[in-house]
Each structure stands twice: as C-alpha cells, then as structure tokens.
C-alpha cells in the first residue's frame, strides 16, 4: 500500500504565499506523474497542476505564473508553491500519484492524500 502525506497548509492574506509538500511512502516501486488537485467549496475538484517523471509540467490557467509545482524523485515528494494567493484559492488541497507498487509492477494507479486546507483572506 501506498500513503501520500501532504503539509504546508494554512491561513494566509490575500497576496500571500504558501509552499505545499508531499511525501509518498509504502510500497512504491515507481512514480509516474504526481499532482495537486483542490476543491473549493460549492466547486467540484478541479486539477492545479500535475508534473512528470522528466519535470513536464502542466497548470490551471487559474494558478498559471502564481504556481509553482516541482518533484524530488529521490524523496519521492512534490512540492507546491503558492505565490500571489487570492480568495478564489481558498480550498481543500489534494496530493495525487501515479504509482506502481512492488506487488502491481504491470500498471500505474492512483493514490490521493488526505488533503491539506488552504484559507487566503481578503
């Protein structure tokens, strides 16, 4: 099995910044794309930003040149910088990883945190 811990979360003002972090552990033989993905009230969960392997990254356009996402392969953590933050990123925010454990080596499957609150006031 597979736990993705997330930290960093918390109460910051508007134009506010906050660095998120996620360490996977258990029985990983491989991680493939990781991710944060967050759900506002009233919102459906929406994706953030997700990165590779190979540092390919992807972003909301809502978060596109105030988020940062970065991965340590070695640690197997992925990291989340929050600069600029504005009341509309106040969410819940939630790790994901693709993993391969040693005991399914033939596929990929998806593994979420528990989740870390974020609160930017205005």
């Known amino acids: 099995q597979v736990q993705l811990v997330e930290s960093g979360g918390g109460l910051v003002q508007s134009g506010g910044s906050l660095r998120l972090s996620c360490a996977a552990s258990?029985?990983?033989?491989?991680?493939?794309?990781m991710g944060w993905y967050r759900q506002a009230p009233g919102k459906q969960r929406e994706l953030v930003a997700h990165?590779?392997?190979?540092?390919?990254?992807d972003y909301a356009d809502s978060v596109k040149g105030r988020f940062t996402i970065s991965r340590d392969n070695a640690k197997n953590t992925v990291y989340l910088q929050m600069n600029s933050l504005k009341p509309e990123d106040t969410a819940v925010y939630y790790c994901?990883?693709?993993?391969?454990?040693?005991?399914?080596?033939?596929?990929?499957?998806?593994?979420w945190g528990q989740g870390t609150q974020v609160t930017v006031s205005s």
């Open positions: 994901n990883a693709d993993v391969k454990t040693y005991s399914s080596r033939s596929y990929y499957s998806p593994y």
């Open positions: 990165i590779t392997r190979g540092a390919s990254t």
């Open positions: 258990g029985s990983i033989f491989s991680i493939n794309r």
